[in-house]
């Protein structure tokens, strides 16, 4: 049906998952979908989670082969403390965070430490966490006008184009 509307469009198929104790077993029967079928698993945690969880659920899908990417970083506190987010991504995890989090115009705290971790190269990716239009729309053009203005254009190309696609073709990045 998409090719039909735009025959140069592709749609993949993924879901965010919300980490759990038999995720694995759900990635491996397909109960739960990779992102575009490469080993990329998109994970998200409760906001309450601590830091020793998310580390173990990363040791957990790296071990069984799979590579996981952070949903909505800026949502855990618990990665704000210095090093967190570098020993996540050294033991394997992708970080993915909100564009709108880099405008985030009614969280001023929260959008200085988003522009950190773009700037200090500690973001992999950014969605617009859209869920429905009229709920949730995409809100990304005050955050692209930021990181063309503030970032280096290769910043800006490796998150919006360079990552997003290696991810897709299943390649590390």
Same mark, same amino acid.
């Given at each position: 049906?998409?090719?039909? $509307?735009?025959?140069? +469009? /592709? $749609?993949?198929?993924?879901?965010? %998952?919300? @980490?759990?104790?038999?995720?694995?077993?759900?990635?491996?029967? #397909?109960?739960?979908?990779?992102?575009?079928?490469?080993? =990329?698993? %998109?994970?998200?945690?409760?906001? /309450?989670?601590? @830091?020793?969880?998310? =580390?173990?659920?990363?040791?957990?899908?790296?071990?069984?082969?799979?590579? !996981?990417? %952070?949903?909505?970083?800026?949502?855990? /506190?618990?990665?704000?403390?210095?090093?967190? $987010?570098?020993?996540?991504?050294?033991?394997?995890? =992708?970080?993915?965070? *909100?564009?709108?989090?880099?405008?985030?115009?009614?969280?001023?705290?929260?959008?200085?430490?988003?522009?950190?971790?773009? &700037?200090?190269? *500690?973001?992999?990716?950014?969605?617009?966490?859209?869920?429905? %239009?009229? @709920?949730?729309? !995409?809100?990304? &053009?005050?955050?692209?006008?930021?990181?063309? &203005?503030?970032?280096?254009?290769? /910043?800006?190309?490796?998150?919006?184009?360079?990552?997003? &696609?290696?991810?897709?073709? #299943?390649? +590390?990045?």
């Amino acid at each position: 049906m998409a090719g039909e $509307i735009a025959p140069d +469009l /592709t $749609i993949y198929s993924g879901e965010e %998952l919300f @980490y759990h104790d038999g995720i694995v077993e759900a990635l491996q029967s #397909g109960r739960a979908l990779s992102l575009g079928g490469t080993r =990329y698993v %998109l994970i998200e945690f409760s906001t /309450t989670v601590s @830091y020793k969880e998310i =580390y173990q659920a990363v040791r957990q899908l790296t071990l069984a082969g799979y590579i !996981p990417v %952070l949903a909505h970083i800026e949502r855990f /506190t618990c990665l704000r403390k210095s090093g967190c $987010i570098e020993e996540l991504i050294q033991a394997g995890a =992708y970080m993915q965070m *909100n564009f709108s989090s880099l405008s985030g115009i009614n969280h001023p705290v929260e959008r200085i430490w988003c522009r950190k971790a773009v &700037k200090k190269g *500690n973001v992999h990716l950014l969605g617009s966490d859209m869920h429905r %239009l009229d @709920y949730r729309p !995409p809100e990304i &053009k005050k955050a692209v006008d930021w990181l063309l &203005k503030d970032c280096k254009r290769e /910043t800006f190309e490796r998150l919006t184009y360079y990552q997003p &696609k290696k991810l897709l073709n #299943g390649e +590390l990045f």
